[in-house]
Each structure stands twice: as C-alpha cells, then as structure tokens.
C-alpha cells in the first residue's frame, strides 16, 4: 500500500488525457522533470521497464507492483495508469506509430486505441488513421517523443494532417 506521504513532493505531475497512451504520458511527464528514461526508471525502482514501455513493448504486461510504484512517482493511481495500457487480450502493434489529425486537434494526445491490432480507423471522425506523415511520408516516433506535435523531417503541425486523412469506410 503506498501512503500519500510516499509520493515524491519534488516532482511536477500532470493530468493525463482521455485515452492517453502510456509512451505519451510518460514522455510528457519526463520533460515536465527533466527525466531521462532510465532517470524515471530508476527513481519507480523499474530498471529499464520505462524504455520498453514508452515503445509499447508490454510483454510480459506490467505487474501490479511495477504500475504501483510507477503511481507513487508520478502522483496518479495505479488504475488510472491502466486506462493507458491495453486492455488485457488485446493486440498491439508497437509500429507503425498511428494518429488521427482530428482527434489529435482535440485533444494533443497519442492515444492507446491506435495501437490496437483491431482498430482499423477513427470511429470518431470516420477517418483512416495514418501510419506516416501524409507530406512527406517520414514514419511517426514513439509518442514519448511527441515534444511539439508536429513532423520531425517535414513540421507538418499534427493538427493539419488531418485534411489529408482519408475517409474510413468501415
Ligand atoms: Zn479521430
Ligand atoms: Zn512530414
């Protein structure tokens, strides 16, 4: 059972958002306290699990007692930190990085559903996702990675990929 007065007073935290992935939560969090991955790994006694994680490499899944110890750092509950995994008997696809533009305008977050095998496109705006950058075709980085929300070769904002997503027929 980990005490409120166990949770580091040092760090900043930041709330997650809807459907955030946990690579995205974590790279923002890093930055937030200029953490490395291996920093943040060692300070949640996890050793190198935060570098697979933010690659979406959850085999085995994490433990009850590893996602314990990651909420103590970074100030939220374990089972809020669950929402940013999938959900067990899911499939992932660590690559290629998916997005859709539109959801991201909403809310400029990498989400977790993208990753799934079975998500073919955005249910929500009835759009394909994207798997590279519709400009220049450069592949996405791991969301950890997401510092300005746009292109790393191009500078295509995410925000207006979305004109050139197409439309997903389902
Ligand atoms: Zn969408
Ligand atoms: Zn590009």
């Known amino acids: 059972m980990i005490e409120a007065e166990d949770i580091k007073p040092w760090l900043f935290r930041i709330e997650p958002f809807d459907g ?3 690579s995205h939560f974590l790279g923002r969090f890093r930055r937030a306290n200029d953490l490395t991955p291996s920093g943040l790994g060692k300070a949640a006694g996890l ?5 697979r994680w933010e690659k979406f490499r959850f085999n085995p ?3 009850h007692q590893q996602l314990e110890n990651l909420a103590a750092v970074v100030g ?3 089972d809020r930190l669950v929402l940013m995994l999938p959900p067990a008997g899911v499939g992932m ?5 998916r997005l859709c533009g539109a959801c991201y305008a909403e809310s400029p977050c990498h989400r977790i559903e993208w990753q799934f ?3 073919q496109g955005c249910n929500r705006h009835l ?3 994207l798997s ?3 400009n220049c075709g450069a592949r996405f980085k791991v969301p950890a990675l997401w510092v300005d929300g746009w292109c790393h070769r191009c500078f295509t904002p995410f925000v207006e990929i979305v004109k050139l997503q197409k439309v997903f027929v389902n």
């Open 47 to 51: 050793g190198g699990a935060i570098t």
């Open 20 to 22: 955030e992935s946990l």
């Open 93 to 97: 696809k660590m690559e290629p990085i």
């Open 132 to 134: 590279e950058c519709p």
């Open 61 to 63: 899944p994490p433990s």
């Open 127 to 129: 759009l394909r996702l």
């Open 76 to 78: 939220i509950d374990a």
């Open 117 to 119: 095998k079975e998500t």
